[in-house]
Structures are given as structure tokens and as C-alpha cells.
């Protein structure tokens, strides 16, 4: 008995790989189109589109395109291979003890109030970083303010709201006004950690919802990349990025911030939009080189758009 292939045209499959090889390269250089920037933040997907594509490719005994396909699946895999190696492994040392960080962008029209405080009763985090937290939200955290006596908020409404909440002191905080809109804070503090002092930086940067909303972005992540390496103290940078490590954007980061990631050795770890495995990495917590971060985990939703993640940290 001869087995048929699935009955799918072949110039319907050869379209649908040539519109998928199309899409992968403009995600790769999306000059000015928004929809190619974001595109960039699916590499996995792609990857996954191209293996999908060329199995129906080699069922109908097309060989030479579906090898091709294949081809492009382990190009677009290449970049997300290596976030599965490399993670902390130094010993613990008593006199150092690791810092809990997390952070949640709970979304302003979430009402996830005990979801997030029953996560923070479970997690017991050192420090509380949260985004998108209007007037609501701020009335509903009273008992963080009792449990962590170090705090400061800077409410608004939509996306901008920021608040930061330590058992350890913090000093010197204030809100930084990034470039762009003039109005999208983050929150700056010294915190007084085992050992030494780190500066904490919250941030928010704008969502990449058109084009001037991505150079606008992009012009945040890069004054945040260089606050980072002007900082004379170590320093952690948390928050939604609203973009992956993929993202071209991402760079300034570490080629000028001199940050790394909590999430290597972690894989792709996704945590928007929370809807299990198919997100993306856009929440991330980085520090400087002199800080060293470990067990980086995507933590159960809280009825956001976004999964809370959380980290340890200390100083080298």
C-alpha cells in the first residue's frame, strides 16, 4: 500500500516556506518595520515553524527544500542553544549570603492582589520589584509595606507605575526619567546587601507597539546600558525590557552596560504573555560583572499578562 501525503498544494507549502524563510530574514534586519523588530524576539518559534514546514515537505518526498528548512531551523536555533549552558555554579560562602529578588509586572488592570501576595508569603524575597501598579494596586500592597519597611513607589496609572519593596535598607532612592516619552520612570536605590552595597535599577521600557514606540526603546535600553557601566558600585537591573536577548536592542546591555544574565544556563525561560511554554524572555533581572546571579526561575501567574521571575544575587 503506497502512502499519500498529506493533502496540502504544493505550491500552498512552498509559499508558506518561502513567506516563513521571508519573515526569518526580516527579523534579522528590520530597519524601520515594527513588525520585524518584534519578530526577532521568535527565534525558537521560527524554529519550530521551519521544522514543522519541512516535515510536510519530506512526507510529500521533497527533499531538497525540506533539507532547507532544516537548515534554517538550526540557524535560528543557534542563538538560543547556548542560554542553556553556563549557569552560576560558585559555593556559597557564609559570610555572603545570597539576596531573593523578584520582580512581576502585574499588570494595571490585573486584579491579582492575593495571587501576588500569597507568591511573595511562599517565595519570601528580600526585595520586591513591581510594574504597571496604579492607585489600586498600591491600596491592595498595604501588607508588603508592614512586611518590607524599605519602600518606594512611584504610582501611575496605565503602564508606568513602579514600586520597590526591601527588608534590607535602601538608600538614596529616587526615580530616573528615561529618554523618549518624558514620562516613563525607573527606580534607582542603594541597597544595603551583604557585603556590600548594589544599586538596584526598576525599569520599564516602552512597549514596542510601532516604530517610533521602538526607537523610543531602544533609546531607553541604551541610556540604561550606560548608566550601568558608569555605575561605581554593583549594580542590578530588573524589570520588563520588553524584548528578548535576541533583539538587536539587547546589545547596549552588555557591550556597554557590562551586564549579564540571570537567565544563562536557564534556556529560553519564557514569561510573556503567560501562556505556558510558547512566550517569550522579556522579564529579565542582569547585574554587572562584580554580582554574581543564580537560580533564575519563572515563577506561577498571578492573573498578569506576564509570569513574576525571581533570582539570587550577591556580590563576587
Not at 514546514?53 to 538550526?74: E, G, I, K, M, S
Request: aromatic share 8%.
Amino acid at each position: 500500500m503506497h502512502l499519500q501525503g498529506p493533502r496540502i498544494p504544493s505550491r500552498l507549502l512552498t509559499a508558506s516556506a518561502v513567506a516563513l524563510a521571508l519573515a526569518f530574514a526580516g527579523a534579522h534586519f528590520p530597519g524601520p518595520f515594527a513588525v520585524f523588530d518584534n519578530l526577532s524576539n521568535f527565534p525558537a518559534h521560527f524554529a519550530a515553524a521551519f521544522l514543522a514546514v519541512a516535515t510536510l515537505l519530506a512526507w510529500q518526498r521533497r527533499l531538497v527544500p525540506a533539507v532547507a528548512c532544516v537548515a534554517l531551523a538550526a540557524l535560528a536555533l543557534a542563538p538560543v542553544v547556548p542560554w542553556y549552558f553556563g549557569a552560576y555554579s560558585g559555593a556559597d560562602d557564609p559570610a555572603r549570603p545570597w539576596v531573593r529578588l523578584l520582580i512581576s509586572n502585574v499588570h494595571h488592570s490585573n486584579h491579582g492582589y492575593a495571587q501576588l501576595l500569597e507568591l511573595v508569603e511562599r517565595e519570601n524575597p528580600d526585595v520586591i520589584g513591581l510594574l504597571e501598579v496604579n492607585a489600586q494596586w498600591l491600596r491592595e500592597l498595604q501588607p508588603l509595606r508592614a512586611r518590607y519597611p524599605h519602600h518606594y513607589e512611584v504610582p501611575g496609572e496605565l503602564h508606568v507605575g513602579l514600586a520597590l519593596y526591601s527588608r534590607l535598607p535602601l538608600e538614596d532612592a529616587r526615580a530616573l526619567r528615561l529618554p523618549g516619552d518624558g514620562l516613563t520612570p525607573a527606580i534607582a536605590a542603594t541597597l544595603a546587601a551583604p557585603g556590600s552595597d548594589v544599586e538596584i535599577v526598576l525599569v520599564h521600557p516602552m512597549a514596542p507597539v510601532g516604530a517610533q514606540y521602538i526607537r523610543q526603546r531602544d533609546m531607553q535600553i541604551a541610556a540604561l546600558a550606560k548608566h550601568a557601566g558608569a555605575a561605581q558600585v554593583p549594580l542590578v537591573l530588573a524589570g520588563d525590557l520588553n524584548l528578548t536577548m535576541w533583539n538587536d536592542a539587547y546589545r547596549p546591555l552588555v557591550e556597554v552596560g557590562g551586564l549579564h544574565n540571570a537567565r544563562k544556563g536557564h534556556g529560553i525561560s519564557p514569561s510573556w504573555p503567560a501562556l505556558g511554554p510558547i512566550g517569550v524572555p522579556i522579564d529579565h533581572i542582569l547585574a554587572t560583572r562584580d554580582v554574581g546571579l543564580r537560580n533564575f526561575r519563572v515563577m506561577p501567574g498571578i492573573g498578569s499578562d506576564h509570569y513574576p521571575v525571581t533570582a539570587e544575587f550577591r556580590t563576587r
